[in-house]
Each structure stands twice: as C-alpha cells, then as structure tokens.
C-alpha cells in the first residue's frame, strides 16, 4: 500500500475504510492471504512432506512477527471481533478455511493420519508461539525441530 493509499483518521472516520473494523478485517485477510500464497509457493517447490515443514516453519515465523494473526485471545482482538460486520466476520472465515486447504488439497501428500487431527496437530504447534517467553531454548530452533520430526507422523 502506497502512502497515499493509507487509511488516514479524521475525527474519528476513516477515508479509505469505514470503520477500524473493517481495516482490520482489511489487514487481517490480505496478510493471511500473502502467508498462505507464499506457503503454498513453498509446498510446490518441494512436493512432499518437506516442503510442508518449510511452510509450516514460514508460517510460525510470520506468526512471529505479526502477533495479531493468531493472539486472538487479547481483549484487543476480542473487542475488534465483537465489533466485525456479519460481512465481515464472514470474509475473516473464509480467509481462515482457504489457510486450511493449503495442506488439504495436494494430490501428492498423503495423511497417514485422520485428516482434521492433522490440521489440528499443526495448528496446535504454530500456537506454541503464544507460549515462546516459557521456553528454556530458543523457540524458532524448538518450532523447527518439532516440525522437522513430527511431519513424518503426519504425512506418508
């Protein structure tokens, strides 16, 4: 987005959004979507379970540096998802299911294991980024090394 482009505030409104909602929403979904096209670039590079592990360790990185996308226990997130159009919310969760496809349809990966466990095994370890400041070692090494040795579990 080029400056002239930013959403600038006046008393309160907004000149390219509506609402800070919808900014939000806005900002939410376009991230999500670089993340998940840049993931997916990374599993056709590398068709097989290793390719998986570069993405899921693309993703926990981006988690990393845009603590929004997944700290969706914060009030500010409460607040901000309380306050999404239905529209809104809609276009968030559609954003989210295209995420979950990116390792649902790929004809030359195959689960060894119930498919929705899968997605919840490495959804449950990209949310270990919540939990970084408790680890004894660095986290990014911790998430590779997780990721490295649990996709051969999940893929054939």
Known sequence: ??????????????????????????????????????????????????????????????????????????TDYSVLMNKVSEEQAKKIEESNLACRQLFLCRPYLKFKIDPDLALSVMYALLMNNKNKEILPYDHMETFDFMADHLIDSLYE
């Not at 990374?42 to 993405?55: C, P, S, T």
């Open 1 to 74: 987005m080029s400056y002239a482009e930013r959403p600038v505030s006046r008393r309160g409104r907004f000149i390219f959004f509506e609402s800070k909602e919808a900014l939000f929403c806005e900002a939410l979904c376009s991230i999500q979507k670089q993340i998940c096209e840049e993931a997916g670039r990374l599993i056709e590079e590398q068709k097989d379970r290793r390719g998986v592990a570069r993405a899921l360790k693309f993703i926990y990185r981006e988690y990393d540096a845009n603590h929004f996308l997944y700290d969706s226990s914060s």
